[in-house]
């Protein structure tokens, strides 16, 4: 079954901001000093001497008194005062708004959910039933279901006994020409001012049962292809769930309005739905109301859920919202609309092909093993990533890590850089067998091995600062940002430090990575930000880590596979050094 559907509901301002603004204190604007310090520090582990002195003199000018960098401090200073948040508008308009990349790949992320236990399109109506109403409970009640529909063919035949056509919109250059057709400005309205898709997929092209994680993963994110789901996806909408016919499902977001905490704790709050409705089965309530709908015997809906047991919640927070039959919409597609939707078929399957992703499951250990150490698991992570480029690189690269800024008022992200001097160190010293210290000798212990648990421990405590100084509103990429920006805002010529050369090293991301923890065993996903670089998304849980691994096909350099099984090395090898195997 392939369609896609959008839930509607009440209209919201989205000028309305809760009421407890008022109590969450604003992002502070970094001393400009501070941050200055902290970009020649991350700069240290990437330049030669001679480059780094060039640019070290020309942050000095730049933050000297009464300098070019002093009045656009004042000016975010201003904007600090004056707005909710000095930074996040800037950001927003500057990474999302303005890029004009694809959202498919380069920008939407995807979050891949364990598969559930069916393989037919009637427990997928049942699944997907699910989820629709669920959003009722956090917020607004569903009054309408829209049908996207009668577009383009991408794959026809529906098992539920209808045919429909699936669409992809290229929206230049014949927006304005499209929109003045009164039956297609209808349509789009109404798929626009939906809450969110509903995504109804048919099943995951399989090869191996190995690599069904992550065709599974690539299907959320991008789906597979327009000879596949990918044109039963509209990117533009802040939320899609995902609900395939063999059991595979999860979610897609744009992140110009929502970042990975919230969606977390939305996938949770799904999660706590499915066990009510579990729990509603075992006593045999609504099981009729629910099934009948979809024709689906109650005893049929039963054995499709076995299995999916979680906590017992309490089932007044998981109402049965009737729904009304969805609607077919229509759209009048003319000869160059038609030119440009095959165009856009093209050129998505182009980037689709060139996207390589690789999940696994890592189960050796997971987050316990780094705190029975005393370490953070996060930043754990972090170094063994590093080390893990190295090793295939020979090469230590620029690399950004998301933290949130959640805790401020309007808050988006900031990015935690690596790698450190402390992280550099230990990499150069973890494949060197001459490294020692003489204080092993002391101990009584190997001296390569206490050598290299003491520069791991100051890479991950050096990690650790660099995180809970990011986390008090001090880290310092927004603020460089928000500076250049100022300039660009009050006139002025972009400063020289973000035209040196190190500026543009510093920012071209060749490790895009991310921490999304869930009480689930789900992954994120999503695409490089530079061509010649990996994205690297994980969900540490107690004794295991998912991970998600993309590069670019393009690039002979990367590879996500050999990325990959690198990182498993790196981690294994990682956990020999806290805990020796004893060997006879």
Aim: hydrophobic fraction near 35%.
């Amino acid at each position: 079954m392939r369609a896609a559907v959008c839930l509607h509901g009440g209209e919201v301002s989205p000028r309305q901001e809760p009421c407890f603004y008022s109590t969450v204190p604003p992002q502070p604007v970094p001393p400009l000093t501070q941050t200055l310090q902290g970009y020649l520090r991350a700069l240290e582990p990437l330049l030669p001497p001679e480059e780094l002195n060039h640019t070290r003199r020309m942050v000095q000018e730049f933050g000297r008194f009464g300098g070019l960098g002093q009045q656009l401090q004042e000016g975010l200073e201003r904007r600090a005062r004056l707005t909710k948040n000095w930074v996040s508008d800037m950001w927003v308009q500057w990474a999302y708004l303005e890029s004009r990349q694809p959202l498919a790949v380069h920008s939407n992320p995807a979050i891949s959910l364990p598969r559930r236990d069916y393989n037919d399109w009637r427990s997928q109506l049942l699944s997907a039933h699910l989820v629709v109403p669920d959003h009722g409970d956090v917020g607004r009640r569903a009054s309408g279901v829209a049908v996207v529909s009668d577009v383009v063919v991408f794959g026809s035949g529906n098992p539920a006994g209808g045919e429909e056509e699936r669409i992809i919109i290229k929206w230049q250059p014949n927006t304005r020409r499209r929109q003045m057709d009164k039956l297609n400005q209808e349509s789009v309205q109404i798929i626009e001012t939906g809450l969110f898709s509903l995504c109804l997929d048919s099943p995951v092209m399989r090869i191996s049962d190995e690599k069904y994680a992550s065709r599974k993963a690539a299907q959320i994110l991008h789906g597979g292809g327009t000879y596949s789901n990918s044109g039963n996806r509209w990117f533009d909408k802040t939320l899609q769930f995902v609900v395939g016919e063999d059991g595979s499902w999860g979610l897609l977001y744009e992140q110009a309005t929502a970042e990975g905490p919230p969606i977390a704790t939305l996938l949770h709050h799904i999660q706590e739905y499915w066990g009510s409705f579990l729990w509603a089965l075992e006593r045999g309530e609504d099981m009729r109301q629910m099934s009948s709908g979809l024709g689906i015997e109650p005893a049929m809906a039963a054995s499709r859920t076995e299995g999916l047991q979680t906590e017992k919640p309490d089932p007044k927070r998981a109402p049965l919202v009737p729904l009304p039959m969805p609607k077919k919409l229509y759209f009048h597609i003319d000869r160059d609309i038609k030119r440009d939707i095959e165009q856009a078929k093209q050129n998505l399957d182009i980037l689709i092909n060139d996207l390589d992703v690789h999940v696994f499951n890592f189960k050796r250990f997971g987050k316990e093993l780094p705190k029975k150490h005393n370490l953070s698991p996060n930043s754990f992570i972090q170094v063994a990533l590093q080390l893990s480029y190295y090793r295939v690189h020979s090469e230590v690269c620029p690399a950004c890590d998301i933290a949130s800024q959640r805790m401020f008022r309007g808050g988006r992200t900031e990015y935690i850089r690596s790698p450190t001097n402390q992280a550099l160190k230990f990499i150069l010293a973890f494949d060197d067998r001459t490294v020692t210290v003489r204080k092993a000798l002391t101990l009584h212990v190997s001296p390569q091995r206490e050598a290299k648990l003491e520069l791991l421990r100051e890479a991950v405590d050096a990690y650790s600062e660099l995180t809970a100084q990011a986390l008090r509103g001090h880290g310092i990429d927004r603020h460089l940002l928000g500076l250049k920006l100022q300039a660009i805002e009050e006139g002025l010529s972009i400063p020289k430090i973000f035209m040196d050369t190190a500026y543009g090293l510093a920012t071209h991301w060749k490790l895009r990575t991310g921490q999304v923890p869930t009480n689930t065993d789900s992954v994120m996903c999503f695409g490089p930000l530079v061509p010649d670089g990996y994205a690297i998304c994980y969900n540490p849980q107690a004794d295991h880590v998912h991970f998600a691994v993309t590069a670019f096909n393009c690039c002979e350099e990367t590879n996500a596979e050999t990325m990959a099984r690198t990182l498993k090395e790196t981690l294994c090898d990682l956990q020999e050094l806290l805990q020796p195997t004893v060997h006879d």
